[in-house]
């Protein structure tokens, strides 16, 4: 049982390119959530799920694409990734209510 | 006022002092509360449920202030092992973030 994991752990980008962030969960959870966490920002929600093939807008969507084509997994889109958006990127899912996180990305963009 | 609000600290206490964190939130029809625990460079993990009766997992006690609108958090006879940011996180009926994640408050026991 690994619960939530995330991959890459770490990348690198350059403003323009584009690339995918895998999270994966095998509690068998509704809800996934994916988060960004900066510096004196907190925890910030860009896109949920609420069940496979659904998705919702968080706090912070722009710039973003997600898809839950699988219960399991849930993804996250850069398009075009521009130096705002290097942070730590964290997954979540959820039963009722209580989160559990993966360990988290780290995403630089030059 | 924001939606969840905490102290940031830095809390520095002594081994085996006792602590408190305060936490604010501005909904009212806020149902859910909980403390979380992140350490350094690591993901958030829930710490406890913040119940309407109070209550206590070991050393770390919980409270909830609805008429005032605040949670709280008790640590005693903190342990070096304690030293981390603790999140206060609050539900929010409307609007489009389920659950929303104060800043954190972080704590650093001293030997």
């Known amino acids: ?110 | 006022r924001k939606e969840v609000e905490q102290d940031p600290g830095p809390f520095n206490v002594p081994e085996g002092a006792t602590v408190a964190f305060n936490c604010t939130y501005s909904n009212s029809a806020s149902q859910s509360f909980f403390w979380y625990r992140q350490d350094c460079r690591k993901e958030p993990k829930l710490l406890m449920s913040v119940y309407s009766s109070g209550n206590e997992d070991g050393r770390f006690t919980a409270q909830l202030n609805r008429a005032s609108q605040y949670i709280s958090l008790l640590i005693r006879d903190s342990k070096l092992s304690d030293s981390a940011t603790y999140l206060c996180v609050v539900n929010i009926p409307t609007g489009n973030t389920p659950l929303v994640f104060g800043k954190g408050t972080r704590l650093s026991v001293i030997a």
């Open chain 1, 1 to 110: 049982n690994a619960g939530v994991t995330q991959t890459p752990k770490f990348r690198v980008l350059k403003t323009g390119q584009s690339m995918t962030l895998l999270c994966a969960q095998d509690m068998n959870h509704e809800y996934m959530y994916w988060y960004r966490q900066d510096p004196g920002m907190g925890l910030r929600l860009i896109h949920y799920s609420v069940g496979e093939g659904t998705t919702a807008k968080g706090e912070v969507p722009d710039g973003y694409n997600v898809s839950r084509l699988k219960k399991q997994n849930f993804l996250l889109g850069l398009e075009s990734a521009a130096p705002s958006q290097t942070s730590v990127y964290f997954c979540a899912s959820s039963g009722e209510e209580t989160q559990y996180f993966g360990p988290g990305t780290r995403l630089l963009v030059l």
